[in-house]
């Protein structure tokens, strides 16, 4: 598939299709055992079972906390369910 050292095979590519498709628990095991997350990057133990203990909802809270904590009221519609997307400001190019 790919070119160069450690490039990508077709097997590799199947087999990251079929571990995203795993569930939370499951691809912790996986992801432990490995050592590395999906990007390849080590990982740290206490994050990823934090990430898949939490529930998105409140992840998602944590996020606008920290980047802008007067969104939080919009933030708490998506807890019923409701479609909240936020996005940064673009800077205008001339």
């Keep these: 598939m790919g070119e160069g050292y450690k ?3 077709r097997l590799d590519i199947i087999q ?3 571990a995203s498709k ?3 628990t499951t691809t912790l ?3 432990i055992l490995r050592g590395k997350d999906y990007k390849g990057d080590d990982i740290q133990l206490s994050k990823e079972l934090i990430q898949r ?3 998105m909802v409140l992840q998602d809270l944590y996020d606008i906390l920290k980047d802008n904590p007067s969104l939080i ?3 708490l519609a998506a ?3 409701v479609g909240v997307q936020t996005y940064e400001k673009r800077s205008k190019k001339l």
């Design 79 to 81: 807890v019923f369910g």
């Design 22 to 24: 795993l569930a939370p």
């Design 16 to 18: 990251r299709f079929f």
């Design 73 to 75: 009221p919009a933030g």
């Design 7 to 9: 490039a990508d095979t």
């Design 53 to 55: 203990v939490t529930p």
């Design 29 to 31: 095991v996986t992801t």
